[in-house]
């Protein structure tokens, strides 16, 4: 009895270590993103990285704005492209496909969302990029990054959205059969509205992705330090930046990079949190 | 009566028409997964023997196989999962079995995980960069690469074992307190083979996040392509081997799409036997025995 009473003590404090140590991870990451920009944060102010006239790190030069901008309109345009596909795969599954093709379908994105980036990022570069050259050179652009981040987005979107329409109570579509609304009247005007939450949480859990993306962007955008005018223009995003040039960075460069990523980290965890308490809301 | 027939007519046009563009994004969505696949066989296939599994890469990967590799990646995820499983099952023993679920420690820690989770992998990279390699002094190295991964699969292994222990039946617990069972006894020796599925489910799920990953190990294990003489050496894993073939070795085609090939098929495998053992759970709740 007494030898039970303390394996059990033990075991608690072995699984309480475990946990302290696992939430640790995360104050650990904060702490030394932190320390390492410390010294540029100190005698640089927040809105050089905005005004300064160029990205030049080694003639101390920070403007962060071309990579912000390369960083929003990938993202947004994956957006664009992804909502409406992710949101069609998600209403096929449910209400258009037999229950074979839609396990089948199903599966297919699950496979999707299973393909690592650098795949993507290959495939873009040797796929997507030499047919878009064909459209416009150079090829490497804006656009190729935009459909390859659609790619990776899709299924979170895909999956969410239909986790979301699948709870929609029973109730609600039998009473909209009942008053004669069918196939899109009733999709439209109940079981959309009724899963809105889910939906929104999952369109922002995909725009965190896309912010956050690293390696199949800076394989196929051109990563050229830009204003993007046209869709074939080649672009940074903020990660790619922070991918290409951690390498050689010293000093204030490599902080500014920190900064970088500080700054990338803050605005998907805002994003992330977002969609995490949309998606509390949608199901209590 | 005509304007009615009129409403009608234009209604069923309407769903047609819906159901044609949900159709076609159907279409793409599967006509784009096909086409990476068999872009992905028909540009590798021809490449790969039992040789390019053993041997070395020659002359910056261009010729010869991906031996090391291989080894390399394996002992990059072998040192991630010797670090996070115990503190991810640990993690998820003590939030589904001995706190309640209200309370503040649980909460801490679900929230800091559920924070972790959404922390991109470049970020992940810069931290293993700052904390592993220059703070620890490991070096560009596996082991900094395995630890680096071991930070970034706590997540995901945690929430699916969390999950699992929570869908063991509470009449297991109650039978084995009336058995006067210790709470070790009960723990090891009824929730966790009951939760087995699901531990097994969460810890391939991120195996496959683990091969798959790229961006946190460029500046933690570096790109040494050498075969590994020990965990303190510099290892290019697999994910990472392709993305130099690709961007930096000119004429590296051949060999980067079979790299990707096999990763692919490493990862689809993967996927779907993690797929098969939760939808067996699904079912065994469904329809208990």
């Known amino acids: ?284 | 009566m005509p304007e009615i027939t009129f409403v009608r007519s234009r209604s069923i046009l309407r769903d047609r028409l819906v159901q044609l563009l949900v159709y076609a994004a159907v279409l793409v969505v599967s006509g784009v997964f096909i086409w990476i696949l068999a872009d992905l066989v028909r540009g590798g296939v021809a490449h790969l023997s039992w040789n390019f599994f053993v041997d070395s890469p020659r002359d910056a990967g261009r010729a010869g196989g991906i031996g090391p590799i291989l080894v390399s990646t394996a002992l990059i995820l072998l040192v991630a999962l010797v670090v996070a499983l115990p503190l991810a099952w640990a993690t998820a023993v003590l939030l589904a079995e001995f706190v309640p679920a209200t309370s503040k420690f649980g909460t801490i820690v679900r929230y800091s995980l559920q924070v972790l989770a959404g922390v991109p992998s470049i970020v992940f990279g810069l931290f293993g960069n700052a904390f592993f390699s220059i703070y620890l002094g490991l070096g560009f190295s596996i082991l900094s690469g395995g630890l680096t991964l071991a930070c970034m699969l706590l997540p995901i292994l945690v929430s699916t074992a969390e999950a699992g222990l929570r869908a063991v039946p509470e009449n297991y617990r109650m039978s084995a307190a009336a058995l006067g069972m210790s709470r070790t006894a009960t723990l090891l020796h009824l929730l966790l083979p009951a939760a087995a599925p699901a531990l097994a489910a969460g810890l391939l799920l991120g195996i496959g996040r683990a091969v798959a990953e790229t961006a946190a190990l460029l500046f933690t294990s570096g790109y040494v392509e050498r075969m590994p003489g020990s965990l303190l050496d510099s290892g290019r894993a697999l994910a990472l081997h392709i993305f130099d073939l690709s961007m930096n070795v000119p004429g590296g085609d051949a060999p980067a799409y079979a790299s990707a090939l096999v990763l692919v098929v490493l990862l689809l495998a993967i996927n779907i036997v993690a797929m098969k053992l939760a939808y067996g759970l699904q079912r065994k709740r469904i329809m208990p025995a």
């Open chain 1, 1 to 284: 009895m007494f030898r039970s009473v303390f394996t059990d003590t033990l075991l608690r404090w072995v699984l309480q270590a475990g946990a302290v140590v696992s939430a640790l991870v995360m104050a650990m990451i904060m702490l030394f993103l932190l320390s390492e920009s410390w010294p540029v944060l100190q005698h640089l102010s927040l809105a050089q990285f905005l005004t300064d006239s160029s990205w030049h790190p080694l003639e101390g030069s920070y403007n962060l704005t071309p990579m912000l901008s390369g960083t929003l309109y990938a993202s947004m345009g994956a957006l664009l492209l992804a909502v409406p596909l992710g949101i069609a795969s998600a209403i096929f599954i449910v209400y258009y496909a037999s229950p074979r093709s839609a396990l089948l379908y199903r599966r297919l994105i699950e496979l999707l969302a299973g393909i690592p980036s650098v795949v993507f990022g290959f495939w873009g570069l040797t796929t997507l990029v030499p047919l878009v050259n064909q459209l416009h050179p150079p090829g490497a652009s804006l656009l190729a990054g935009i459909l390859v981040l659609t790619l990776m987005i899709l299924p979170t979107i895909a999956l969410m959205t239909y986790a979301a329409l699948i709870a929609v109570p029973d109730e609600y579509i039998r009473s909209a059969a009942a008053l004669g609304l069918s196939g899109w009247s009733m999709i439209r005007g109940v079981a959309l509205p009724a899963a809105r939450t889910g939906i929104v949480a999952g369109i922002v859990l995909a725009a965190g992705r896309a912010l956050g993306e690293t390696m199949a962007v800076l394989m196929v955008a051109g990563n050229v330090v830009q204003h993007a005018d046209s869709l074939f223009d080649p672009i940074r995003t903020l990660a790619a930046n922070i991918a290409l040039e951690m390498a050689y960075a010293m000093g204030d460069h490599r902080a500014v990079l920190f900064v970088s990523g500080l700054m990338l980290m803050l605005l998907v965890m805002t994003l992330s949190g977002l969609a995490g308490w949309l998606g509390k809301k949608s199901y209590a």
